[in-house]
T-cell receptor, first 110, second 117 residues
Framework: AQRVTQPEKLLSVFKGAPVELKCNYS??????LFWYVQYSRQRLQLLLR??SRESIKGFTADLNKGETSFHLKKPFAQEEDSAMYYC????????????FGSGTRLLVRP | ETGVTQSPTHLIKTRGQQVTLRCSSQ?????VSWYQQALGQGPQFIFQ???????GRGNFPPRFSGLQFPNYSSELNVNALELDDSALYLC????????????????FGPGTRLTVL
């Protein structure tokens, strides 16, 4: 079955510390992976996708097909990074539906 | 450019009742997807509509149904409400699923919070 696992419900770090939000997936084909973010009182929005291989707001994520992982990283966390982060995959059928993990709340302390 | 809007913002129903949730897609988008987000969970795909036809469905019973109108707005209907239907319902629109995910970012609305008592 297709599944996305985010093992940490909460990740708390101090400002300036490195951040790594973990995401593992199970999928038999070649999925497309995404990170979505939801800031307080805002709607869910796309942060980055693996296919674009870009850095957004200092965040990067590398797809590791061998380990079936797509961890989100940032070298120096900022307070404004505090939010709910969801890993998602797509490509399971023609509708390109998104399958989400349960999310990780990132709290960056001053 | 107008973003995705949803109505109502929140509502309360009792078991056995029926509910209709509405979504207006972003300007230029013809594909609408609905997701259910239970407390503490990630969004779960319900179904997708493309040019007024259902185009993919998740693991939800038939009492979850939908419509898409010629202007690409959409409705989600839930019959015979159960307590477990209490959740945030998200609508997402995208330009055209045929483009694939490379150019087919899904834009989410603010959601409708449904409480079933």
């Amino acid at each position: 079955a297709q599944r996305v696992t985010q093992p940490e419900k909460l990740l708390s770090v101090f400002k300036g510390a490195p951040v790594e939000l973990k995401c593992n997936y199970s999928y038999s084909g070649s999925p497309e992976l995404f990170w979505y973010v939801q800031y307080s009182r805002q709607r869910l929005q796309l942060l980055l996708r693996h296919i674009s291989r870009e850095s957004i707001k200092g965040f990067t994520a590398d797809l590791n097909k061998g380990e079936t992982s797509f961890h989100l990283k940032k070298p120096f966390a900022q307070e404004e990074d505090s939010a709910m982060y969801y890993c998602a995959l797509s490509g399971v059928d023609s509708s390109y539906k998104l399958i989400f993990g349960s999310g990780t709340r990132l709290l960056v302390r001053p | 450019e107008t973003g995705v809007t949803q109505s109502p913002t929140h509502l309360i129903k009792t078991r056995g009742q029926q509910v209709t949730l509405r979504c207006s897609s972003q300007s230029g988008h013809n594909t609408v997807s609905w997701y259910q987000q239970a407390l503490g969970q990630g969004p779960q795909f319900i179904f997708q509509y493309y040019r007024e036809e259902e185009n993919g469905r998740g693991n939800f019973p038939p009492r979850f149904s939908g419509l898409q109108f010629p202007n690409y707005s959409s409705e989600l209907n839930v019959n015979a409400l159960e307590l477990d239907d209490s959740a945030l319902y998200l609508c997402a629109s995208s330009s055209d699923w045929l483009l694939g995910t490379d150019d087919n970012e899904q834009f989410f609305g603010p959601g409708t919070r449904l409480t079933v008592l």
